[in-house]
């Protein structure tokens, strides 16, 4: 005992405290005697108040260091970006040629996602695919349509957006086409996909959640 009694404190700070008794005297006044060292502003009365109590919380604590919140970039709004036309293709860069090296990389993309496009592969397995796929790069073909000045106009799909397919044509005119009551066709190596434009009014990143049925329907 003597040897942690003397490890906190000094022979003179012991005589000091007075906690040369022996037994519970000894205990009893070590504990006074570290209390003092630790809360020496408190005065003797306060510290035995404390001893009263089942728990006794020294003066002593970390400062935690309080978390910055970061504020979180806000992105723009669907509505700031239309007003500010960040998706706006300038007229001078409307032109066919342009993108054919986009339509590259898509055919490209598309046979690494459906592991070559065999020939003796399921037609119905790369309709799966490609109704979840980027479409951004597609040669896409209006087939069908409840407006017949839709029906013929090919091209390749630029921007897609939930309601729309934005195509350029190889004459370099950028068509807005309208997904509702409209049937469209993609072909890529010799396999041809059906897109059911009224079952397709999603957004690009939200189909690859989305199933769909085998057969869409449209009323003409």
């Avoid at 001893?51 to 910055?68: D, G, I, M, N």
């Avoid at 709004?77 to 293709?89: M, N, T, V």
């Avoid at 592969?121 to 490609?130: G, H, N, T, V």
Wanted: with cysteine; aromatic share 10%.
């Amino acid at each position: 005992m003597n040897s942690v009694i003397y490890h906190a404190f000094s022979q003179k700070e012991a005589k000091e405290f007075d906690i040369q008794h022996p037994g519970t005297q000894r205990a009893e006044a070590f504990v006074r005697a570290f209390l003092k060292r630790s809360m020496p502003h408190m005065s003797q009365q306060a510290q035995e108040d404390h001893l009263q109590r089942k728990a006794v919380v020294l003066e002593y604590f970390t400062h935690r260091k309080q978390k910055e919140k970061k504020k979180k970039s806000k992105g723009l709004s669907a509505k700031q970006r239309r007003e500010l036309r960040l998706f706006d293709i300038n007229p001078e860069q409307q032109r066919y040629s342009l993108f054919l090296p986009l339509h590259e990389l898509w055919k490209q993309y598309i046979r690494d996602l459906c592991s070559g496009l065999k020939p003796d592969m399921q037609p119905q397995m790369i309709q799966a695919k490609l109704l979840k796929a980027d479409l951004h790069g597609a040669i896409v073909s209006v087939t069908k349509s409840k407006c017949p000045s839709y029906v013929g106009i090919t091209g390749i799909l630029l921007q897609e957006t939930k309601h729309i397919f934005k195509i350029i044509t190889k004459e370099d005119r950028l068509k807005v086409i309208p997904k509702l009551n409209c049937v469209f066709t993609v072909e890529i190596d010799g396999f041809i996909s059906y897109i059911y434009g009224s079952k397709f009014q999603l957004r690009s990143s939200e189909r690859s959640a989305k199933k769909f049925k085998a057969k869409g329907t449209i009323d003409l």
